[in-house]
């Protein structure tokens, strides 16, 4: 529950086909009963022709409103019977139900907000369970078999088999297809493709749904948090009458058409292909305004004095920058000098735009509020040390076109690691020669690019959906330095790629505003290494031998609560809470890590759920016992306050009395 009532607009319709098999639909409808939810939703029954009582049980579970039954007196199919409830659906989704599957507690929201908080999402599919806790369904695969001469195309179940807490199968991924066993389907979406094709006799309707749905641009996302229980094809002899003709026509559809995800030879062994579409899915943590021209590029540039460095790079940007672009300057609290060139800018160039901050917010912070202020489609963090050459915006963008690249960096002059040439053909204090040595790098080395893990903030261009789906710059780098690696980790963590354009060139004089304030640069590397350190929670010598233990981040994969950075409010960037159903998986995580002595990270998790859920008191007492454990003098004053507060609220907490009460103990008994 909760079902809909005559009083409420259901968000979901579930549509269940039945065709016999009695005891499997009351169990169905029963797990349906059992299992709590937060969408409504109301239950439409096709009843194909049964002839084992299962009309007349229906029947009377209609008459008691607890669903809607359409009796065609005949078996349609699953296709067409799908395609008759969801004419009946008043649900803003749908979700096609198999009658043989029993559904568990929280099943049906991860899915519904999955399409709630993501417009591009079509689709969204669960992990199937056998009833022997094995897996059944961990999404679908595309794969082309060779049979001596013939190839065909299959779909192949993921982790078919596989205990229920296999790692590759608990992961949120964006798939080609889903099995309609149990698929959530956005309702405008189903009608746009007309609903299941009828050519199909119960098998690979949902496959061809699927192309279909993707080849409109729509993504179908696998969500193993919710489960469902399969005892699979057990609808009789019909589930099996037409196999091959199944697979026939969606061979005659679709061979040749999708790109298969593996390769299947004649002597049975199985590779993937370069071009698989199956990719990490995250769900969006921030919506961005949606009037966005395609293919458009808010440049931000952060200024902090130095005007000298400014001008040179705001003539190169007006120069080379074509002015459908909007270039933003991002002021951190400058001296008047660099604040008045700033205004004047503003004034004379339309696609200019100014933000004062007034004060320094340091490199996250200024970046934040110009991506959440940004008016065009992706954004681009540039110096405000650097000069940019002509082109050089079209080529950085270029990368764009693999639609899993999230983050594109130039080659320069002067920065660490692979993006820094060994040397340059110009005088890189005068500039002179600079134009024409960019120019000719572009044409030695047009359209190539290099795959990174890091690309360095100085210039970095960051893809729509991937701010979307991360967030902002970490703000507790403060001033600046690591706060650009600490972003690419969180990138490749979410499933997205990033690249060196080896084509495009931009100088860059290096930390010229650092030393305009006599900053000491290396005590500012060493000391935001130590809050990267510990974020992640690296060795000490993880900076001196390079070791960061990819392997254990990547198992761990991205966590919301750890990894997702908010915006600063702004008209055109709004942050999305956790989700309701997010919260207890969650704290569990954030227990986990409490448990084995990683409390650092138990704190940020604890903060990002009571920054959306304040008056949630598991995570209210949670926190205050990593504050405790974490330093107990400096953290007794905050977790007194939290578990005082889950007691004013709830003086029965058990939990939050005894915490109270033990760290009181300790704190007299050390007095």
Not at 620 to 640: F, K, M
Request: with cysteine; hydrophobic share 40%.
């Amino acid at each position: 529950m909760p079902r809909c009532d005559v009083n409420s607009q259901p968000d979901v319709t579930i549509i269940i086909p039945v065709m016999d098999k009695l005891a499997l639909t009351r169990a169905c409808l029963a797990s349906l009963e059992n299992a709590p939810c937060q969408a409504i939703w109301e239950l439409v029954v096709i009843d194909n022709g049964s002839t084992d009582g299962s009309g007349q049980w229906l029947r009377e579970r209609e008459s008691g409103g607890e669903l809607t039954l359409l009796s065609p007196g005949e078996n349609l199919g699953f296709a067409a019977a799908c395609n008759a409830g969801a004419v009946r659906a008043n649900g803003r989704h749908l979700m096609f139900l198999n009658n043989d599957t029993e559904v568990t507690p929280g099943w049906l929201d991860p899915l519904v907000s999955t399409l709630d908080r993501d417009p591009r999402v079509a689709a969204a599919g669960s992990k199937l369970l056998y009833p022997d806790g094995t897996i059944q369904h961990g999404g679908v695969a595309l794969i082309e078999a060779t049979r001596g001469p013939v190839t065909i195309l299959e779909g192949l179940h993921l982790a078919h088999h596989k205990p229920a807490d296999f790692a590759g199968a608990n992961r949120p991924q964006r798939l080609q297809a889903c099995s309609a066993a149990c698929l959530l389907v956005r309702r405008s979406v189903f009608e746009e493709m007309d609903g299941f094709d009828t050519a199909y006799w119960n098998g690979n309707e949902d496959v061809d749904l699927c192309l279909r749905v993707g080849r409109a641009g729509g993504w179908i996302v696998y969500r193993p948090e919710s489960v469902v229980v399969h005892h699979e094809s057990q609808s009789g002899p019909e589930r099996w009458a037409k196999v091959s003709e199944n697979v026939k026509l969606l061979n005659e559809r679709w061979l040749g058409r999708v790109t298969a995800d593996f390769k299947r030879g004649a002597e049975g062994t199985v590779t993937a292909t370069a071009a698989g579409k199956i990719a990490l899915y995250t769900s969006p943590v921030v919506h961005l305004a949606e009037d966005a021209q395609a293919d458009t590029v808010t440049v931000i540039v952060l200024t902090w004095n130095a005007l000298e460095y400014t001008r040179l790079c705001a003539d190169s940007l007006l120069r080379h920058t074509d002015p459908r672009h909007e270039l933003m300057f991002v002021d951190n609290g400058s001296q008047p000098d660099t604040l008045d060139y700033l205004a004047n800018l503003e004034r004379a160039y339309p696609q200019v735009t100014v933000l004062y901050n007034g004060s320094n917010l340091g490199f996250a912070g200024g970046n934040n509020r110009g991506i959440a202020a940004a008016r065009c489609e992706h954004v681009c963090l540039l110096n405000s040390d650097t000069v940019v050459c002509e082109g050089w915006l079209d080529r950085l963008t270029a990368p764009l076109a693999d639609q899993g690249v999230g983050m594109v960096g130039p080659v320069t002059n002067s920065i660490t690691g692979d993006q820094k040439l060994p040397a340059v053909g110009y005088d890189d204090r005068t500039l002179c020669g600079l134009e024409d040595y960019a120019a000719r790098l572009t044409a030695e080395k047009a359209g190539q690019t290099a795959p990174a893990l890091w690309v360095v903030g100085f210039c970095l261009l960051l893809r729509r959906e991937l701010v979307e789906r991360i967030g902002g710059l970490d703000e507790g780098f403060g001033q600046g330095n690591y706060e650009d690696t600490d972003y690419c980790l969180r990138a490749f963590l979410a499933g997205w790629r990033a690249v060196v354009a080896r084509d495009c060139f931009i100088h860059h004089f290096g930390s010229r505003s650092f030393v305009a304030a006599g900053v000491d640069y290396g005590k500012q590397i060493d000391a935001k290494w130590q809050v990267f350190r510990r974020k992640w929670n690296l060795p000490p010598d993880a900076r001196q031998n390079g070791q960061i233990d990819l392997e254990r981040l990547m198992t761990e994969g991205f966590v919301p609560v750890l990894h997702a950075e908010q915006l600063p409010a702004d008209q055109r960037a709004r942050n999305l809470p956790l989700p309701a159903w997010q919260v207890g998986s969650s704290l569990d995580h954030a227990e986990a890590l409490f448990a084995v002595g990683r409390l650092a990270e138990a704190d940020r998790a604890l903060r990002a759920v009571l920054r959306d859920h304040p008056a949630h008191p598991r995570a209210a007492s949670d926190l205050a016992c990593a504050l405790w454990q974490r330093d107990p003098q400096r953290g007794l004053e905050e977790a007194v306050a939290l578990l005082e507060g889950v007691l004013d609220t709830d003086p029965e907490n058990t939990d939050a009395s005894h915490n109270l009460d033990q760290m009181r103990a300790a704190t007299c008994g050390s007095s």
